[in-house]
């Protein structure tokens, strides 16, 4: 038997890693080299990184290091990852929804900058929605927030109203936050808590609503 979940939204913001593109090779590869360079268990720093900007997941795994070299060192990690994608594929199911959104409220919150985003979506295949808040547009890193509050105010809509999709602790502590209820996708979001947990996008369908809303029918 399967069950099918229905929410109700004005706008959808969507994460990208983990979410719309699986780009953990490139990231594992880029981020266990960093904790070599600095003495630091590989295992233990992947276990932070996912969902923040580089430089936050710096700040927690080198506490007491300047935060301005910690920007510098993001600098050159979002520079190698931009150059790293092999292996970059989009998550099941992440064209056909994009597809499904056409016309509908929708916004990129992503902790990339816009080099990186751009690198990931197009290995990936995947279009870039028109709005998009990175890593360029905010002044912190998710838990934080205020790149989902951005997403809201840019789209023109009440943050209740919207629904968050996202992997990471980080991503759904940050939807929470907001006053976002939250679609967590894949395992790595299981551990947090989402309003509702899907394996990939195939999961999900799209139906827009008379009214101006979006429905989301998610099978469980």
């Not at 990208?16 to 699986?22: F, H, I, Q, R, S």
């Not at 064209?95 to 409220?105: D, K, V």
């Not at 809509?157 to 759904?172: L, N, R, T």
Request: hydrophobic share 45%.
């Amino acid at each position: 038997m399967t069950a099918t979940a229905v929410l109700t939204a004005r706008a959808l913001l969507l994460d990208m890693d983990g979410t719309l593109v699986n780009s953990d090779a490139s990231v594992e590869r880029v981020w266990r080299r960093w904790a070599e360079r600095h003495g630091l268990d590989g295992n233990e720093v992947m276990k932070v990184v996912h969902g923040r900007q580089g430089y936050a997941s710096m700040a927690l795994l080198l506490p007491g290091r300047p935060m301005e070299l910690n920007h510098a060192d993001n600098a050159r990690m979002l520079a190698e990852e931009t150059a790293d994608t092999e292996g970059v594929v989009e998550i099941p199911g992440a064209r056909a929804f994009l597809a499904s959104l056409e016309g509908l409220p929708h916004a990129l919150v992503t902790s990339a900058d816009v080099a990186l985003s751009t690198a990931r979506m197009a290995a990936a295949g995947l279009e870039q929605p028109e709005v998009r808040v990175t890593a360029e547009s905010v002044g912190a890193s998710k838990p934080d927030p205020e790149g989902f509050l951005k997403g809201a105010a840019e789209l023109g809509v009440d943050p209740a109203d919207c629904v968050v999709f996202e992997d990471s602790g980080a991503g759904i502590a940050a939807g929470r936050a907001a006053g976002m209820r939250v679609v967590g996708i894949g395992p790595r979001a299981g551990f947090h808590r989402p309003d509702v947990l899907v394996r990939d996008l195939t999961q999900v369908r799209v139906e827009p609503g008379a009214d101006g809303t979006i429905r989301l029918h998610i099978t469980q």
